[in-house]
């Protein structure tokens, strides 16, 4: 399967809204537009339309990972449900046998798959129960006589399995399918874009005299559009430099603007601010400010600014000795007379 990202930068919600918005404005000028393209029909426009309704109507990747939840937590408690009997199980073969031949019985009870088995891989559990089932088949007599396992064990552990497997098996199914929905709502959200750009180059082709229509047409203005509602600005976090450790009261603003904030306890932090290019400055007591020149923000988007500060360098520690000031008296002038209150 495909593991191509998809080529829309932007939430799958804001895709949808700004595909009904240029689809909307396609209808509004619709007379203008097929003049030059009668491929635009009412009824054409309405199709697009229709299938991005559609493409949204399937069910998004959150919900698409809680349909096998549950069934994963019930597998998982069924899986670790075979391990805890199959230690019983290896009590009775190593009742039953020593020496080597206990070594060769362990592996083909299982024992190889066991600790793969422990640590959650289900390909390994599941050949963990083939080789158990299988294993006492065919050394019951020696498991009931020498190993004293109860005539039931071989039951109840076939059921605990036979739980596993059917589990996993509907697990395996969910996944599968999960896996299809996200192919076919990614494959839908590139067939809305795949129309929606010949379209948006239409109109700006068809308006290229008319600014205002023309504006309508610019995918970076619609999106501009649909995002404009949702805060902008710079987030991240601040720490010192030498430490790792996170700062707490750094401020950061735009210059010559109300905008600014002062970093949490956790070192981040959120600058709300409109859309612009803004000089950012950033200080905190004890380390080097930092100005960040031309800074562009861009409409519904919250940029990431993560930084490390320098400490200021602290200033050198001189040791004055009782000699040195000694001798910085010693080389001190004479008073002259004035000084010492005698008039000259």
């Known amino acids: 399967m495909s593991s191509k990202k998809p080529s829309f930068k932007g939430s799958q919600q804001n895709l949808y809204s700004l595909a009904r918005k240029a689809w909307a404005y396609c209808l509004l000028y619709i007379a203008d537009i097929a003049a030059k393209h009668p491929k635009y029909t009412i009824e054409f426009i309405e199709a697009q339309q229709t299938f991005i309704d559609s493409v949204e109507a399937m069910p998004d990747i959150e919900n698409r990972n809680a349909i096998p939840a549950q069934t ?9 449900a075979v391990l805890n009997e199959w230690q019983f199980l290896k009590g009775y073969v190593m ?25 959650g891989s289900l390909d390994h559990t599941t050949s963990l129960i083939n080789s158990a089932k ?8 020696e498991l009931d006589t020498l190993g004293n396992m109860p005539a039931s064990f071989h039951t109840d552990f076939t059921n605990l399995a036979n739980a596993f497997l059917l589990l996993r098996t509907t697990y395996d199914g969910k996944n599968d399918m999960k896996l299809e929905q996200s192919a076919a709502k990614r494959q839908g959200n590139e067939t809305i874009l795949k129309a929606l750009r010949p379209m948006l180059r239409v109109g700006k082709r068809t308006f290229v005299n008319d600014r205002l229509k023309w504006d309508n047409f610019v995918y970076a203005n619609l999106l501009n559009e649909v995002r404009g509602h949702s805060p902008s600005g710079l987030r991240g976090f601040f720490k010192a430099a030498d430490t790792n450790m996170p ?8 210059v010559n603007t109300e905008y600014e904030a002062i970093s949490a306890a956790d070192g981040h932090y959120f600058l709300e601010m409109a ?5 950012i400055s950033i200080s905190a007591e004890g380390y080097n400010s930092v100005y ?3 800074r562009k923000i861009d409409v519904g988007v919250k940029h990431w600014l993560n930084l490390s500060l320098e400490a200021v360098a602290a200033a050198p520690v001189v040791m ?3 000699d040195m ?5 010693n080389e001190m002038p004479s008073p002259t007379p004035a000084e010492n209150g005698v008039a000259a």
């Open 72 to 80: 994963y937590e019930d597998m998982q408690a069924a899986r670790k």
């Open 95 to 119: 009742d039953a046998y020593t020496g080597s031949l206990l070594r060769v019985k362990l592996a083909a009870a299982g024992q190889n798959d066991y600790e793969f088995a422990l640590r």
């Open 134 to 141: 299988l294993f006492m088949t065919e050394n019951a007599s």
């Open 247 to 254: 700062l707490e009261g750094v401020h950061i603003r735009a």
């Open 275 to 279: 859309s612009g290019v803004y000089n």
């Open 292 to 294: 960040i020149q031309g």
């Open 320 to 322: 004055v000795t009782k």
């Open 325 to 329: 000031l000694n001798g910085l008296v």
